[in-house]
């Protein structure tokens, strides 16, 4: 498989979706089609789950749909991976985008706690980009 020069790495990370319901969005995307959660963290409204979609590429499920069209939609971003995101980051700059979420280190749950780079950029249409580099022992 080939590797994307300009950003790092390349490919898809993740799909994230804003679930109304969030325990029957998680029960069908595992139970139903047979995704495994591989990560999990937050509380209540805040809670966020990521399901391996069985090819190493997940599907991100957030809680706190309320039932009313985001203005980005359901699905309201993409993410790449990269093995540099301030990089990726740059040039996505140079090429037209916009900085929404400056590069950042988090930790995602703790099941085990997965270190994590993250940054998200907007494209020239409004679509939302995140850059996601895994930086510890458990890589996703």
Known sequence: ???????????????ALRANDFEATVKFYTEGLGFQQ???WGEGDKRIVLLDTGDG???????????????????????????NVDQAVETAVAAGAVVTVAPKNAVLGNTPPTPVRIAFVQGL???????????????L
Do not use: C, W
């Open 1 to 15: 498989m080939g590797m994307n020069e300009k950003i790092g790495g390349g490919g898809f990370h993740h799909v």
């Open 57 to 83: 590429n997940y599907l991100e499920v957030f809680a706190g749909g309320n039932g009313e069209p985001k203005p980005e939609g359901y699905y309201f971003h993409v993410a790449f991976r990269t093995n």
């Open 38 to 40: 591989v990560q999990a």
């Open 125 to 139: 249409n409004g679509e939302i980009l995140e850059f996601f580099q895994s930086t510890g022992d458990n890589q």
